[in-house]
């Protein structure tokens, strides 16, 4: 039998070798991903598939599909504090060209987020340079610039450019009256009011607001509208630090009574910072209130933070002992032996030794012109009230004082910290004219250099730096005690020396601390030996320096004159 054979034609399936199909799919899948807020599977697939797209528009498409989901996802990111993740989807962004110029802003915000206010700011002036809104960014810049930079004169330059489209704003009124008594104190007066009088206007129930304005009306000693702004703060729920502030504010107008108790607030200021205060002043345990007779009882009196204020407040020791049984004093451990010296009439102890004290209630120090009932005409001991014994002045002179018949004048140029926040220092080279005068030898009491600024004085000028001499402050006062004239910014030599009744010139700027109310005549009334001289406008340091010079140069014609009298 024959067998037929069928003839069998194999038909081979073709192969798609073109990626269309798969690139479209993962594009729908990077999108869906996307769209159900799965980026970061969504935005693998965009850049896994972009580089196998050689359509450009196609490519282009996609590409700011892509740019669109990794901004939402970046804004996410940063929503939830997630700055470093955000950075890094922005800069994959930026990879693309044509990427949303908004990117800059975004970036330049998240770096001021994880603290590189640099980078913040180069973004951000990059984005200020190509944007055509600039609505927003003078704002982030002024915030950055003041916040981190710590440049404040440049904060207040991008603030007026924000005003250009925020005219509404009371915000940008309030820092820029803010800032602008800040950076100059008592210039552009006319500005600080104008601009906090609109945010005023624009927010008159915002307390920071209404603070601001108090206290500018204040420092130009516009008392009425000060008194105003203040009474509105008080409906405004005011902090602890608004209310310090008033009291800051009442005693440098000579209002006493009222103003030392407001300034009771100062242990709750919210804005203290790295201040602290000694341990027991912040327990309310045992502290005194007004309220208590303290006739028989045994008062704990506690120094607060700095030495000044220690040796300015003392001098209430005498008046307080006549209103209660006994009177113990805690004070810093390096005015101790210059306390015992100058015979108090209370026991003296360090802090240490405060648990073997039996006392019935204690006061900080700074109450004491509350207990005292002081007003600025009943300020006691403004003569001088601390001494420190003949033999060792003597034995400091013969060990540290040059043995001539020059003029000795002492200087400190420069406070602690909290003297710089309030422009009380001046810098040294203002006084370099002092230090080349003949018949005259400079002694520097700055115990610290801080600044560095006695390594710098030029070779015709002389100091001698007497401050290395020192190991408390009882040094310091027989070193004082062998000077002819103290000259000093307001500091706690300056207060040593009004305390031992030394003669002093003492220097102050144009806007003074809260306590000396009086800077013009012969003294400044918390102490008769300091005469003030005072600068005419903030920093205009040259002007109270020449009368300075003029003061002394008479001080040397007279000592000249004497000498020939004795001659003759």
């Known amino acids: 039998m024959q067998v037929s054979k069928r003839l069998v034609v194999k038909?081979?399936?073709p192969i798609d070798n073109s990626k269309d199909l798969i690139n479209s799919m993962d594009i729908a899948l990077a999108e869906y991903h996307c769209r159900n807020n799965n980026f970061d599977r969504g935005l693998e697939i965009y850049r896994e598939v972009i580089p196998n797209i050689f359509d450009e528009p196609e490519r282009m498409r996609v590409v700011n599909q892509y740019m669109n989901f990794a901004t939402q996802y970046a804004q996410k990111m940063a929503a939830d504090k997630k700055f470093v993740e955000a950075i890094e989807l922005y800069r994959d962004i930026m990879k693309f060209s044509g990427f949303p110029i908004n990117i800059y802003?975004?970036?330049?915000?998240?770096?001021?987020?994880?603290?590189?206010?640099?980078?913040?700011?180069?973004?951000?002036?990059?984005?200020?340079?190509?944007?055509?809104?600039?609505?927003?960014v003078y704002v982030y810049l002024a915030d950055l610039t003041y916040t981190d930079i710590k440049d404040n004169k440049k904060a207040i330059e991008y603030y007026e450019k924000a005003l250009e489209k925020n005219r509404n704003n009371y915000s940008i009124y309030n820092m820029l009256g803010h800032l602008y008594s800040t950076c100059y104190q008592d210039k552009f007066k006319e500005k600080q009011i104008e601009y906090l009088t609109r945010a005023f206007e624009l927010a008159p129930n915002n307390r920071i607001v209404v603070k601001n304005l108090a206290y500018v009306y204040g420092k130009f000693d516009e008392v009425a509208k000060a008194d105003e702004f203040y009474q509105k703060l008080m409906y405004l729920n005011p902090t602890h630090s608004?209310?310090?502030?008033?009291?800051?504010?009442?005693?440098?107008?000579?209002?006493?009574?009222?103003g030392f108790k407001f300034l009771q607030h100062r242990f709750q200021k919210e804005d203290l910072k790295n201040v602290s205060f000694p341990p027991l002043l912040t327990n309310k345990k045992k502290r005194w209130n007004m309220k208590v007779d303290i006739k028989d009882k045994h008062?704990?009196?506690h120094f607060e933070q700095g030495f000044g204020d220690s040796i300015m407040f003392v001098r209430f020791l005498d008046d307080l002992k006549k209103r209660c049984a006994k009177v113990s004093l805690v004070v810093q451990k390096p005015l101790i032996s210059l306390f015992e010296d100058s015979k108090l009439g209370v026991d003296i102890y360090s802090e240490d030794q405060i648990p073997t004290i039996s006392y019935d209630y204690y006061i900080p120090m700074m109450d004491l012109p509350i207990v005292c009932e002081t007003q600025p005409n009943t300020?006691?001991?403004s003569q001088g009230y601390l001494k420190v014994s003949k033999p060792k002045i003597n034995a400091y002179k013969k060990q540290h004082i040059n043995d001539n018949d020059k003029i000795k004048i002492g200087i400190a140029y420069e406070g602690t910290l909290a003297s710089k926040e309030t422009d009380r220092d001046i810098p040294l080279h203002y006084l370099y004219p002092l230090m080349?005068?003949?018949?005259?030898?400079?002694?520097?009491f700055q115990v610290d250099d801080?600044?560095?600024?006695?390594?710098?004085?030029?070779?015709?000028?002389?100091?001698?730096?007497?401050g290395r001499t020192f190991k408390n402050w009882e040094d310091t006062a027989c070193a004082m005690k062998n000077m002819d004239l103290m000259v000093t910014t307001d500091n706690g030599v300056m207060n040593l020396?009004?305390?031992l009744g030394v003669k002093t010139f003492g220097l102050f700027n144009r806007i003074v601390e809260w306590r000396w109310f009086k800077t013009e005549g012969d003294d400044i009334a918390w102490y008769k030996s300091i005469k003030p001289f005072q600068a005419p406008t903030a920093g205009a340091w040259e002007v109270p320096v020449q009368a300075v010079l003029e003061e002394v140069d008479k001080i040397r014609c007279k000592k000249i004159a004497d000498k020939i009298k004795g001659k003759i």
Not at 114 to 130: H, P, S, V, W, Y
Not at 450 to 466: F, S
């Open 436 to 444: 080349r005068l003949p018949d005259v030898e400079v002694y520097s």
């Open 11 to 13: 038909k081979e399936i």
């Open 105 to 136: 802003k975004n970036i330049g915000l998240c770096m001021k987020q994880i603290g590189n206010a640099d980078l913040a700011i180069k973004f951000l002036k990059r984005f200020e340079e190509i944007s055509p809104d600039k609505e927003d």
């Open 379 to 381: 300020i006691p001991k």
């Open 450 to 466: 801080l600044t560095r600024q006695m390594d710098r004085i030029p070779e015709d000028t002389q100091l001698i730096r007497l």
């Open 497 to 499: 020396a009004g305390a």
């Open 242 to 258: 608004d209310l310090h502030a008033y009291g800051a504010y009442l005693v440098r107008h000579q209002r006493f009574s009222e």
């Open 299 to 301: 008062i704990l009196v």
